[in-house]
């Protein structure tokens, strides 16, 4: 692999990959069909909404406590899109657990 592959992020291997099939089904599930374009699309706007509405920027730190989905997924790759640190936990965790990792 060249120097220019190993520099390139999930995103813009997501958006290149995008451009050739934007039309291709990408994430399937019993509710939600979610396209490489639909799906760059919600991700740019939850990097928004988390930018503009919670202030989140490069290297912040970010505690998801939620159960798998789609919506979860779209948070990860926002988070990682936006350069902030992305920290899952187990929706299961009691409030003292979850209270351990928030401090």
Do not use: C, W
């Not at 060249?2 to 995008?18: E, F, K, R, V, W």
């Not at 979610?34 to 909404?49: H, P, R, T």
């Not at 992305?86 to 929706?91: G, I, K």
């Amino acid at each position: 692999m060249s120097t220019a592959q190993n520099n390139i992020t999930y995103h813009m291997g997501l958006d290149a990959s995008g451009s050739h099939a934007s039309q291709t089904a990408l994430i399937l599930s019993d509710s939600v069909r979610l396209n490489y374009e639909n799906l760059s699309k919600y991700v740019g706007s939850m990097v928004a909404l988390l930018h503009t509405t919670y202030g989140l920027s490069r290297g912040d730190r970010v505690l998801s406590r939620v159960e798998k989905s789609v919506d979860s997924l779209v948070l990860y790759l926002a988070i990682i899109r936006l350069g902030a640190i992305y920290v899952p936990l187990n929706p299961t965790y009691t409030m003292t657990e979850t209270i351990y990792f928030v401090e």
